[in-house]
């Protein structure tokens, strides 16, 4: 019956995504998300006969290996180097404000769930509440034509946003599963050398194999096999499938140079199949019942990320000197989170340590996502409209596929 239901998830993920995107003006993930939930066990997937989710891990791990790789290519050193001071506080404001407002405030409730202590879950649900969804943001930008220094600003803080999220996410399941700071610190050290490490040389040898590979098929292959098997020794070897797989895509860009769109292109072609399984096999987790007792908790979650990374943002560009433009708008306009997010939560069901609270907080962030995405696009683009950057007299729905 899996198949049927893959089957049924793309066909009907397309629909609801574009029908969504044309008449409500959200984001077509947050219709592939709704599509999912509507087939989870509980719900159609029940009358279906699936009545377990474990079957989509691997191609969940592989399709956000795929999307952390061409996350990972977005970046080149000269971008790096172009990112000014403003930027590069405003990020590590926005992160630091994120991180530390759902921390506190969870660590104070001293909310215990399942199998996690308070401070567990407060550490994993903040390291999660760092990330952004970076297509949401370029998807507006170049539908409403934005441009101006805050467009500049946003570009160049989702280059660096989510490498900064997964490294904090790599520290805190390491240090989730010990007894301190200093037990945690050799697995930490490993999780996120070796996969920069790993990442790296896949990149270089990569670029080496696609000189030979003159077919544009081919290029495709060895790109998806790559990655795939990136991600398994990334699993077999435990390191982060994250990190590696954005590295991967990072040093492919950097060593493929002037011809680096080759080793990115053929894969691109594949992304909106890639966002389709992926958001609806998020959706696949849902479950009502867990989401109407810890509505409060979904909310409050939701709420303090967006506090925290408003105001860190703001902070950091008021340090650094940014113009006013800047200042009051860069925390809305980094409000949308989504595949890095889901991601994280769904490497947890994979991890003994996180058997029983996986599926809770697989539900949060996706139940969060949904808020993230469309008020998050929302405000992203009246942030941009606020600092005068956009074309008004474009129209239309956001059409983005992340």
Avoid: C
């Avoid at 080149?76 to 405003?90: F, K, M, N, V």
């Amino acid at each position: 019956m899996e198949i049927l239901l893959i089957g049924m998830l793309l066909v009907a993920g397309v629909v609801f995504g574009t029908l969504g995107s044309r008449y409500f003006g959200v984001p077509r993930v947050v219709g592939y998300i709704l599509l999912g939930m509507l087939f989870a066990p509980d719900l159609l997937g029940g009358m279906l006969g699936v009545d377990a989710t474990d079957w989509t891990r691997p191609m969940v791990s592989v399709a956000l290996g795929i999307i952390a790789y061409l996350v990972g290519g977005s970046a080149t050193i000269g971008q790096l180097r172009r990112l000014g001071w403003t930027i590069a506080a405003a990020t590590v404001g926005k992160v630091v404000g994120a991180f530390l407002a759902v921390f506190a405030v969870f660590a104070l409730l001293g909310t215990t769930v399942l199998d996690l202590p308070g401070l567990t879950f407060a550490l994993v649900l903040a390291a999660i509440a760092t990330t952004t969804a970076p297509a949401a943001i370029v998807a507006i930008i170049h539908q409403y034509r934005a441009a101006g220094p805050l467009t500049t600003a946003l570009l160049g803080m989702v280059a660096l946003d989510d490498a900064l999220g997964l490294v904090i996410f790599s520290l805190v399941l390491a240090l989730a599963g010990t007894a301190g700071l200093a037990e945690a610190l050799p697995g930490a050290v490993w999780e996120i050398g070796a996969a920069l490490v790993f990442g790296g040389l896949a990149g270089w040898l990569i670029e080496r194999l696609a000189r030979r590979l003159h077919e544009h098929e081919l290029r495709l292959v060895s790109l998806i096999g790559g990655i795939i098997l990136l991600v398994g020794l990334a699993e077999a070897w435990h390191f982060s499938e994250l990190l590696a797989a954005m590295a991967f895509g990072f040093a492919a860009r950097f060593f493929g140079g002037a011809h680096s769109e080759r080793l990115f292109e053929p894969v691109e072609q594949l992304e909106e199949l890639v966002f389709v399984l992926f958001f609806t096999f998020a959706g696949l987790h849902f479950d009502l019942g867990v989401v109407v007792e810890y509505l409060w908790l979904i909310l409050l979650y939701f709420l303090l990320r967006a506090a925290g990374q408003v105001l860190g943002s703001m902070a950091g560009a008021r340090l650094a000197k940014a113009p006013p433009e800047i200042t009051r708008n860069v925390g809305l306009g980094m409000l949308p989170q989504g595949g890095v997010a889901i991601g994280m939560a769904l490497l947890l069901a994979g991890q003994e340590r996180f058997a029983q609270s996986a599926e809770l907080i697989v539900n949060i962030v996706t139940a969060s996502t949904l808020l993230t995405e469309s008020i998050g696009a929302v405000a992203a683009r009246y942030g941009l409209r606020r600092a005068g950057e956009t074309d008004r007299t474009l129209g239309g729905g956001v059409d983005e596929g992340r």
